[in-house]
């Protein structure tokens, strides 16, 4: 069994979450292991989700049980309300309808509100104080470890280089700029002055889908093989929700040592049905499993999509002649400028040859008093044309289009006929002279 959550009593212990059952309960002998009930989370989520609704209809969901709200519209819109108090009604609100606690972080980015809700837990909030001063006091007290997005490995790194908390990490800036990539060397900056991300962010395309099941210790080729299709059944099924195949396979592994490897394999196509998936991981796990080793998690994720076309997708006759939205656009702004205009009675324009003729033509002009007065219809510019006649148009004008090839030191003077072509004079081995021979005709040289 693996560790889910923790509550605050057991983490004083060390359980953390994604711990493994037995090493939790060797850290905590009296810990109380509860089995899960997911469908009880999920109705919990979607009523304090109805709740984030209220203040932000198009709040962003960090996971089941977090999510960050951009409240300056609905502050906008309620004046007499602060902050505070929005913080101190929206946690009465989840605890109402759900007996929750709420935690909450106030402050002027996603990132600082992140932070802030770790402080004052389980029901509590914290306000960083929207000024310059404040946010750069809060920040360059935390340590580096506080900030999303620095883990152990980071940490590591930074304390072998003397750094400790975000204070020092701003007043080593420069050595940064030095050991660091212009990315992270830009992350890093902006953490240590409390800058992030106002608004919400769009929903990035997922990348890999992917399954792992835990269980104990087993080293029964047939039965991990068991564990490996129900995996490839798990991810099929995943895959078949969004409609997608993969074309590169990775299988996780870990052992009973906990050492975990992965090993991926590109495939020849795309596949997404369990038998498929399973085919084509069992002689990755095979070529792994030499000698045969104990596990206790196999895992696979695919990755390299290719979207299957739906009905929606897939083009047809009665959707490609349908009207275009932009051409019935353009004819309501050519009604309104035939009505906005106001030309003189004129003769029909002379019939052209080409079926579209943005020039107006010369039977469009009436000279008044030694002045000529244009007045072309709008009809010269928007003539009427099946979609054949556009076809044949378009394809007579890219012909007349396509640049002709010409030699690379060719001079063209506009007005001359092009000068003829050299003919370049293919040297034999025979006629190449020797050295011998180049000095004899050439004394000098």
Same mark, same amino acid.
């Given at each position: 069994?693996?560790?889910?959550?923790?509550?605050?009593?057991?983490?004083?212990?060390?359980?953390?979450?994604?711990?493994?059952?037995?090493?939790?309960?060797?850290?905590?002998?009296?810990?109380?292991?509860?089995k899960p009930h997911?469908?009880?989370?999920?109705?919990?989520?979607?009523?304090?989700?109805?709740?984030?609704?209220?203040?932000?209809?198009?709040?962003?969901?960090?996971?089941?049980?977090?999510?960050?709200?951009?409240?300056?519209?609905?502050?906008?819109?309620?004046?007499?309300?602060?902050?505070?108090?929005?913080?101190?009604?929206?946690?009465?609100?989840?605890?109402?309808?759900?007996?929750?606690?709420?935690?909450?972080?106030?402050?002027?980015?996603?990132?600082?509100?992140?932070?802030?809700?770790?402080? @004052?837990?389980?029901?509590?909030?914290? %306000?960083?104080?929207?000024?310059?001063?404040?946010?750069?006091?809060?920040?360059?007290?935390?340590?580096?470890?506080?900030?999303?997005?620095?883990?152990?490995?980071?940490?590591?790194?930074?304390?072998?280089?003397?750094?400790?908390?975000?204070?020092?990490?701003?007043?080593?800036?420069?050595?940064?700029?030095?050991?660091?990539?212009?990315?992270?060397f830009s992350w890093?900056?902006?953490?240590?002055?409390?800058?992030?991300?106002?608004?919400?962010?769009?929903?990035?395309?997922r990348k890999s889908?992917?399954?792992?099941?835990?269980?104990?210790?087993?080293?029964?080729?047939?039965? %991990?093989?068991?564990?490996?299709?129900?995996?490839?059944?798990?991810?099929?099924?995943?895959?078949?929700?969004?409609?997608?195949?993969?074309?590169?396979?990775?299988?996780?592994?870990?052992?009973?040592?906990?050492?975990?490897?992965?090993?991926?394999?590109?495939?020849?196509?795309?596949?997404?049905?369990?038998?498929?998936?399973?085919?084509?991981?069992?002689?990755?796990?095979?070529?792994?499993?030499?000698?045969?080793?104990?596990?206790?998690?196999?895992?696979?994720?695919?990755? @390299?999509?290719?979207?299957?076309?739906?009905?929606?997708?897939?083009?047809?006759?009665?959707?490609?002649?349908?009207?275009?939205?932009?051409?019935?656009?353009?004819?309501?702004?050519?009604?309104?400028?035939?009505?906005?205009?106001?030309?003189?009675?004129?003769?029909?324009?002379?019939?052209?040859?080409?079926?579209?003729?943005?020039?107006?033509?010369?039977?469009?002009?009436?000279?008044?008093?030694?002045?000529?007065?244009?007045?072309?219809?709008?009809?010269?510019?928007?003539?009427?044309?099946?979609?054949?006649?556009?076809?044949?148009?378009?394809?007579?004008?890219?012909?007349?289009?396509?640049?002709?090839?010409?030699?690379?030191?060719?001079?063209?003077?506009?007005?001359?006929?092009?000068?003829?072509?050299?003919?370049?004079?293919?040297?034999?081995?025979?006629?190449?002279?020797?050295?011998?021979?180049?000095?004899?005709?050439?004394?000098?040289?």
């Amino acid at each position: 069994a693996m560790v889910s959550t923790a509550s605050y009593e057991a983490r004083k212990y060390g359980v953390r979450s994604a711990m493994p059952g037995f090493i939790a309960k060797q850290l905590c002998p009296q810990l109380i292991l509860v089995k899960p009930h997911y469908s009880q989370y999920k109705d919990a989520s979607n009523i304090t989700r109805e709740v984030f609704r209220i203040y932000d209809p198009e709040f962003e969901s960090y996971s089941i049980d977090e999510a960050a709200l951009d409240v300056t519209e609905y502050l906008a819109e309620h004046p007499s309300l602060t902050s505070v108090q929005l913080a101190e009604e929206l946690r009465a609100e989840v605890k109402k309808r759900t007996r929750l606690t709420c935690s909450v972080g106030i402050a002027c980015n996603k990132r600082l509100a992140k932070i802030a809700s770790d402080y @004052n837990k389980p029901d509590g909030y914290y %306000l960083i104080t929207p000024t310059r001063s404040k946010v750069i006091e809060f920040v360059h007290a935390l340590p580096i470890r506080k900030v999303g997005g620095i883990g152990k490995v980071t940490e590591r790194t930074l304390q072998s280089l003397g750094i400790n908390t975000m204070k020092e990490l701003y007043e080593n800036r420069y050595m940064l700029s030095r050991l660091f990539s212009r990315t992270s060397f830009s992350w890093f900056l902006k953490s240590s002055l409390g800058i992030g991300g106002e608004r919400h962010s769009a929903a990035a395309e997922r990348k890999s889908i992917g399954r792992q099941r835990t269980f104990g210790n087993q080293n029964n080729v047939l039965k %991990l093989q068991g564990h490996l299709r129900r995996v490839a059944s798990m991810v099929s099924e995943d895959m078949k929700k969004h409609n997608l195949k993969g074309k590169c396979l990775t299988l996780i592994a870990k052992s009973t040592s906990f050492e975990s490897k992965t090993r991926s394999k590109t495939l020849p196509g795309d596949i997404c049905t369990p038998e498929e998936l399973y085919a084509a991981a069992l002689p990755v796990y095979m070529q792994y499993n030499k000698p045969p080793k104990s596990y206790r998690l196999l895992g696979i994720r695919m990755t @390299n999509y290719y979207k299957e076309p739906t009905n929606e997708d897939s083009p047809s006759l009665t959707r490609f002649f349908q009207p275009v939205p932009q051409a019935e656009h353009a004819k309501k702004l050519k009604e309104q400028f035939e009505k906005s205009i106001q030309a003189p009675t004129v003769p029909k324009a002379t019939t052209s040859s080409n079926p579209i003729d943005l020039v107006p033509s010369k039977a469009a002009t009436t000279e008044v008093k030694g002045e000529t007065d244009t007045a072309p219809k709008l009809s010269n510019f928007f003539p009427k044309l099946s979609r054949d006649q556009y076809v044949k148009y378009v394809a007579k004008e890219a012909a007349n289009l396509k640049p002709k090839k010409r030699d690379i030191n060719e001079v063209i003077v506009i007005g001359e006929s092009p000068p003829p072509k050299a003919k370049r004079r293919k040297l034999s081995p025979a006629t190449v002279p020797t050295l011998e021979q180049f000095f004899q005709t050439n004394p000098k040289a």
